[in-house]
């Protein structure tokens, strides 16, 4: 379930009066309220273990605050360039906003394996 962010006190605040264990997620200017211990990350982790592979065979790109968890799972994680601020700071590289960023990633996996995104990370 979602809201705008704007609402973040009077949703506390009925979570706090129902006795509700929520988390609650920005996602730019929404308000992600999701059951406790739930995530992109732990559902990330529950397809891997599905799947028999680890974090490491994982290409992540992201853009908002409810990214920031599943790629720190992510064996090679990405901002996009218009990712909210303290997101790409914390990333391998930025790529081009929104889809032609996945589109430019998706190519790299293509053309080289990643080559270049890891050769571009060490300087």
């Known amino acids: 379930m979602s809201t705008a962010r704007a609402h973040e006190q009077t949703v506390r605040t009925c979570m706090r009066d129902l006795g509700l264990k929520c988390a609650l997620i920005f996602n730019r200017d929404a308000l992600m309220i999701l059951p406790a211990g739930v995530n992109k990350a732990t559902g990330l982790d529950a397809a891997l273990a599905h799947l028999s592979l680890t974090r490491q065979h994982v290409v992540g790109i992201g853009d908002a605050e409810n990214d ?22 914390r990333r391998l590289r930025d790529v081009e906003a929104e889809g032609a960023g996945v589109i430019e990633i998706a190519q790299q996996l293509l053309d080289d394996d990643l080559a270049r995104i890891r050769t571009s990370s060490r300087r």
């Open 68 to 89: 920031d968890e599943s790629l720190r799972h992510c064996g090679c994680a990405v901002a996009v360039a218009n990712a909210v601020p303290g997101l790409s700071e």
